[in-house]
């Protein structure tokens, strides 16, 4: 069975510093990885998505992750946040045959709240 | 595309009521997905539908809780009898196809308070 962990609840940070929110999955089969992000009293948005190719994947606001098959991670990362990056971050993982077709939903990890500070 | 659009935004009731909670997925998508988020629980999936079809409800705490999607773009959820320890917001998503591939669009939620 799937399962996501994402390693910390919580990260503090300051404003223009580096961050990485880590992610660690664990299949029998391919998967695909997204994270998402939920701002304040909002839903989950897409933040960026891996489902094949360079494992280096770029999403919207600076963000960009890692896929490391050999050690099962997806690790989320920005040079430079801003205080408009607090914020709830969620890994999510859903595995798929080797045919190509898509069998499981999304398992979601429990979030990592990223606090930046000014 | 106005997105996924959940009604109402805020919901206040008293305990032993029922709740209705509301649902339009995006137009085409044919996956629908029901969501509970708390502080203690984090997000917890609690049924989803494939083409109308209620597929896995074993997320559904118990049988005051029940789901129905009776066509295409609509997506209840029902609460008889509401308690307060389903105070929470719930989420409902939809997806272009089953699985994982194309991700799921989330509405903005519904958050629930029971006194």
């Known amino acids: 069975a799937q399962s996501v962990t994402q390693l910390d609840s919580q990260v503090p940070v300051f404003e223009e510093a580096p961050v990485e929110l880590r992610c660690n999955y664990s299949s029998s089969v391919s998967v695909y990885l997204f994270w998402y992000v939920q701002y304040p009293n909002q839903g989950l948005q897409l933040l960026l998505k891996?489902?094949?190719?360079?494992?280096l994947v770029k999403g919207i606001n600076g963000f960009e992750a890692e896929f490391n098959k050999s050690q099962t991670s997806f690790h989320l990362r920005k040079p430079s946040v801003h205080i408009s990056d607090t914020a709830e971050y969620f890994c999510a993982v859903s595995d798929f045959m080797n045919y190509g077709g898509s069998q499981g939903n999304l398992i979601f990890g429990k979030g990592t709240k990223l606090s930046v500070k000014p | 595309d106005a997105g996924v659009i959940q009604s109402p935004r805020h919901e206040v009731t008293e305990m032993g009521q029922e709740v209705t909670l509301r649902c339009k997925p995006i137009?085409?998508?044919?996956?629908l997905f029901w969501y509970r988020q708390t502080m203690m629980r984090g997000l917890e999936l609690l049924i989803y539908f494939n083409n109308n079809v209620p597929i896995d409800d074993s997320g559904m705490p118990e049988d005051r809780f029940s789901a129905k999607m009776p066509n295409a773009s609509f997506s209840t959820l029902k609460i008889q009898p509401s308690e307060p320890r389903d105070s929470a917001v719930y989420f409902c998503a939809s997806s272009a196809g089953t699985g994982g591939r194309y991700g799921y669009t989330f509405g903005s939620g519904t958050r629930l308070t029971v006194v």
């Open positions: 891996y489902l094949s190719g360079s494992t």
């Open positions: 137009s085409g998508h044919n996956s």
